[in-house]
């Protein structure tokens, strides 16, 4: 049973770095294919895509956040993480880590394409 599990603070404060991990464990998923992905959802919106990163260590941000996102992997300790610049009240979101081992390269901007997802941890930006 494949499971996600983000960690980081859940209050920030405005400027600041946001800075999140995501842990993978259990079943067959690999980091050898497929990809990683960090999505937020803010009060009252839906899913925004922020960014993943594939098997092969690409990139790939929304281009709405790309100036602020850095996403980066640790394939020994099966984590990936989410660094977020200079944030505002606008960043207070649920923020989710989702992985796929065969989510497809024209997929992998689609919060939904990802069948793995964490419980999701709410972080807020506040002075």
């Known amino acids: 049973q494949v499971q996600l599990q983000e960690s980081g603070p859940g209050l920030v404060k405005p400027s600041q770095t946001l800075s999140l991990t995501c842990t993978v464990s259990g079943g067959s998923i690999t980091s050898s294919y497929g990809a990683r992905s960090w999505i937020r959802q803010s009060p009252g919106k839906g899913l925004e895509y922020m960014g993943a990163i594939g098997y092969d260590g690409s990139t790939y941000y929304n281009p709405s956040l790309k100036s602020r996102t850095s996403i980066s992997r640790d394939t020994s300790k099966n984590q990936f993480s989410l660094q977020l610049s200079s944030v505002t009240p606008e960043d207070t979101a649920v923020y989710f880590c989702?992985?796929?081992?065969?989510?497809?390269?024209?997929?992998?901007?689609?919060?939904?394409?990802?069948?793995?997802w964490g419980q999701g941890t709410q972080v807020t930006v506040s002075s």
């Open positions: 989702a992985a796929d081992s065969f989510v497809r390269s024209s997929q992998i901007t689609n919060p939904h394409a990802y069948r793995y």
